[in-house]
């Protein structure tokens, strides 16, 4: 292990985009692959309450199934956390905790996996680890669904961690937390229906083309505030 060297303990604002775009947001309850009552991104249950998600129960917003997904994620970045070796990066952070919200904490820190990456995480095998668990039942048979999934997970586990795309993704995500706190919201960086609303409300005030877009000139009459 690395001495000096900052833990990674949650997952980022670009690996919280990655893991919804792989989970899917349905603000509605559903039921997954294997008919059970789901909601937001991925949640069987809601984290305040311990409340199995039932067929019935009423839809969330945008905003809300975010929020939800950020106090699930406690669960799974700890269980990341608290076995990996220090020295790992963010991106590396993300992949694995993308890797465990699928698969479950137990299964992570039984995984080959988890003994690669501690073993050295830049051992080009680790791609072959992740992919090892691609396999999911559809009505009852085992299928490679999750093959897609798996590789992006690995491309994110190797990908550089400064880029030219990350850095605008990091500028952008700021700008939206800005945005949010100027107009009194919950600031999580995440542009969802509410923080589409309000803005829109905001520009219609201030007699701005109200299309919902961080503008110029929108940015100018926010920093007014």
């Known amino acids: 292990m690395k001495e000096n060297v900052k ?3 949650k997952m ?9 775009r792989e989970e899917g947001l349905v603000e509605h309850p559903y039921r997954d692959s ?10 069987t249950y809601y984290p305040d309450s311990g409340k199995k998600v039932q067929m019935s129960d009423p839809a969330l917003t945008f905003d809300q199934c975010i929020v939800y997904l950020r106090e699930m994620l406690k669960t799974y970045e700890r269980g990341v956390y608290e076995v990996t070796r220090d020295d790992i990066n963010q991106d590396q952070f993300d992949a694995l905790t993308s890797f465990t919200y699928n698969i ?9 996996l988890l003994k690669k990456v501690n073993a050295n995480p830049n051992d080009p095998t680790i791609e072959k680890a992740f992919l090892a668990y691609s396999g999911a039942r559809v009505d009852g048979v085992k299928k490679p669904i999750l093959l897609g999934r798996r590789k992006r ?3 994110l586990f190797f990908s550089k961690q400064v880029t030219k795309s990350s850095n ?11 945005v949010q706190s100027k107009l009194g919201l919950t600031v999580d960086g995440v542009i969802g229906t509410r923080t589409r609303s309000a803005l829109i409300e905001f520009q219609k005030l201030k007699g701005l083309i109200a ?11 926010l920093n007014l505030r």
């Open 7 to 9: 833990r990674k303990t």
């Open 104 to 112: 479950g904490v137990a299964g992570f820190r039984a995984s080959t």
């Open 211 to 221: 299309d919902g877009i961080i503008g110029p000139q929108t940015l100018a009459e």
């Open 153 to 155: 997970e690995a491309s």
């Open 34 to 43: 294997a008919g059970i009552p789901t909601i937001g991104v991925g949640m």
């Open 12 to 20: 980022s604002d670009k690996g919280i985009q990655f893991l919804v």
């Open 168 to 178: 605008q993704d990091d500028v952008h995500t700021q700008q939206v937390k800005h």
